[in-house]
């Protein structure tokens, strides 16, 4: 799968212009809390954002918010330069979105969840198979590990005509060293394609090209040490 991914073209600079993700004087808050402020980064075609920071942060936060779960926010967050909430339609359009929970439907089977997302048996068996998950395709998903439902979540990225934009929340989470593997592999064919990636991660992610945006950088605090370091 790998090497038919690897084939696929990169966009040019106008389909880039058209497709990017921007975000630009973010802040968000949770329970009247200010998480972070002026959080600003672009996600192009064929290219990742990792965001990073503690626990509390606003990781997840961010995520709900990009993806129009969380309004409690200002600034500006553009799709295909169409700002939010005009822009969201469009972009939900592009989007395959994958939270912190697995979203497995327990009471189904991985063949099952991944046909009520539309998947015919043969892609989702092959799914299945590049998750690792073979022979587990007609078990309930009640019965397998925390692992393994998260394997039958990450199996819609193997899915063909996936589309555009992956945001995912901790995606590498329940994971072992070839499940980690394996999807970074399937991550960086999507990037050779002309995807994009959004993720959140606590552990270092092996894809490229990748930017890093730490949202330790835009919390409140942070802002008030600089003003005092200015007055200093």
Sequence with gaps: MASELSKSPVPDAQSVREQSLAVSGLACERDGR?????????LAP??????????GAGKSTLIRTLIGSASDFTGTIAWQGLAFPRG????????????????????LTPLENLAWYGAGQDDAMRALELVGLYGFEDVLCQQLSAGQNRRVALARLYLP??????????????LDVTGVA?????????LRRGGSVLLTSHQPVNIAPLQRVNLADFSPRMAVEEELHRAV
């Design 88 to 107: 969201l339609a469009a972009m939900r359009a592009s989007l395959l979105y994958i939270g912190h929970y697995a979203g497995v439907r327990r009471g």
């Design 46 to 55: 064929g290219a990742a954002v990792q965001v990073e920071g503690a626990n």
């Design 161 to 174: 005509d996936s589309p555009p934009l992956w945001i995912l929340d901790e995606p590498l989470a329940a």
């Design 34 to 42: 200010l998480l972070f402020e002026g959080l600003e980064f672009t």
């Design 182 to 190: 394996g999807l970074e592999t399937q991550m960086n064919c999507h």
